[in-house]
């Protein structure tokens, strides 16, 4: 992510926010502690699913799940790009176009990606000048810099990732694993004994001056 400067995260909520996940569930599992809280203090939130999982038929019970999961986080705007999750992988030009127009129709201040979508979009915000976005949350990254306690909103957390019913037996964390992640979290993120979090690595959009 050369194009963007690492900077000490703005831990307010932002004005809004624009979540996009690979798959059904993502969100639920990596970040939706932490847009519960930013919602109920007043931040607006757009989740974008980029395939629909696996190509077995369920494919509008999944996205059904996926509404009524956001809509637990206090989310009701959610957008589906309808790609199958074993279809080719779609060439990085489309993928930037497809999140550029997105951007530009949310006009989110905070954007959330996993990580392997981290690249492209630090390279749009970097080369939109005059974007909205001030900063990019790389939820499942590997070298996380930004921990966010979840601890009030767990049940919520966890009631959000039940919703996804067709998929619990396949989901990579179940519950108590996940319990367990999150609190691995909050060690590293310096939080008192008894916490959980979600950890992120943070990159704010300032772009480099010629």
């Not at 939130?45 to 509404?67: P, S």
């Not at 790009?81 to 497809?98: F, Q, S």
């Not at 396949?170 to 609190?183: K, N, S």
């Amino acid at each position: 992510m050369d194009d963007l400067v690492l900077r000490t995260a703005d831990r307010r909520p932002p004005e809004s926010v624009l979540v996009v996940a690979a798959r059904p569930a993502d969100i639920e599992v990596h970040a939706a502690g932490t847009v519960m809280r930013w919602v109920d203090r007043g931040t607006r939130a757009t989740y974008c699913v980029v395939t629909d999982g696996e190509a077995d038929g369920r494919e509008e019970v999944r996205r059904a799940e996926q509404v009524l999961a956001a809509k637990l986080a206090g989310v009701t705007d959610v957008r589906f790009l309808g790609r199958p999750a074993d279809a080719p992988a779609e060439p990085a030009a489309r993928t930037r176009d497809e999140l550029e127009r997105l951007i530009h129709q949310v006009r989110p201040r905070r954007v959330i990606v996993p990580a392997d979508l981290a690249p492209v979009t630090s390279r749009l915000l970097a080369e939109d000048r005059e974007g909205p976005v001030r900063e990019l949350w790389v939820m499942s990254a590997p070298e996380p810099n930004q921990y966010v306690d979840v601890t009030a909103v767990l049940d919520r957390k966890l009631e959000a990732l039940r919703a996804h019913a067709s998929r619990a037996a396949a989901l990579p964390d179940p519950e108590e694993p996940l319990r367990a992640r999150l609190a691995a979290h909050a060690r590293v993120g310096g939080l008192p004994p008894g916490r959980v979090a979600e950890a992120f690595e943070v990159v704010r959009a300032v772009r480099h001056t010629p």
